[in-house]
């Protein structure tokens, strides 16, 4: 409506220079605009909350595994809260806490859990910086629950890991983010995360290598579907 009027106005004007002229400043207006921060595309850190926090699992792949003779990834489960409300003397930033239940039945009947507090950063309007957190030493992994009435954590006692390096991952702007995050354990050690996230869909590689050689019992990535 307001490029219609502006170009209504440039009809009325007396001469040729000065419809030329208002012609350059809408011109000028709307590339402007177009070129703002999210007034063509939503900023990173909302569009990657919404995907992350859920319940995931990725029964449908291990189900199809199985009806094809063979079971490959274990039955997996993430269980992902926002946990701003749960972390004490945090300093101001722009972002958001995270617990990360994982549950895993592997394929020899074995049981496993694996829990995570993280922060995700916004950095830009493309980026997402992920930050791994060691729990403290008073706290067991299996009191890291987001249905833990008493789970309350000091900012000041908590501490990156040092097995898990400040990680980005990279919005395409439109549906998909990507991060591909090696660490170097030492020893011939090494960690490399591997993921893709669209919506309702996690799709994450955990590659654990050890002098090259694949320690991970898969090669494809577990297949996480919505299912809360």
């Not at 063979?70 to 269980?79: D, E, T």
């Not at 995270?98 to 309007?125: C, Q, R, W």
């Not at 090494?190 to 654990?208: A, D, H, N, S, W």
Request: proline share 7%; net charge neutral; charged share 20%.
């Amino acid at each position: 409506m307001v490029k219609q009027d502006l170009l209504d106005c440039a009809g009325m004007l007396a001469t040729p220079f000065q419809t030329f002229f208002l012609l350059l400043m809408v011109a000028a207006f709307f590339s402007c605009k177009s070129r703002m921060p999210g007034a063509t595309s939503p900023q990173a850190i909302d569009v990657f909350k919404s995907y992350i926090v859920g319940d995931f699992d990725n029964r449908q792949q291990v189900e199809a595994e199985r009806a094809a003779g063979k079971q490959v990834h274990p039955l997996a489960r993430h269980v992902n809260r926002i946990a701003d409300h749960r972390i004490q003397n945090a300093p101001p930033r722009t972002g958001f806490w995270l617990i990360e239940e994982s549950y895993y039945d592997m394929p020899d009947g074995t049981h496993k859990i694996n829990h995570h507090l993280f922060f995700f950063e916004a950095v830009d309007a493309r980026t997402v910086r992920l930050y791994a957190y060691q729990l403290p030493d008073h706290l067991p992994m299996e009191q890291l629950t987001n249905n833990n009435p008493n789970l309350m954590l000091n900012y000041n006692d908590l501490r990156i890991s040092p097995r898990f390096k400040p990680a980005e991952y990279t919005f395409n702007g439109k549906d998909t983010f990507t991060i591909y995050a090696p660490n170097d354990w030492g020893n011939g050690m090494r960690f490399t995360l591997i993921e893709k996230f669209t919506p309702g869909r996690l799709e994450v590689m955990e590659l654990l290598e050890k002098d090259g050689q694949r320690l991970t019992p898969y090669d494809t990535p577990i297949i996480y579907l919505r299912t809360q």
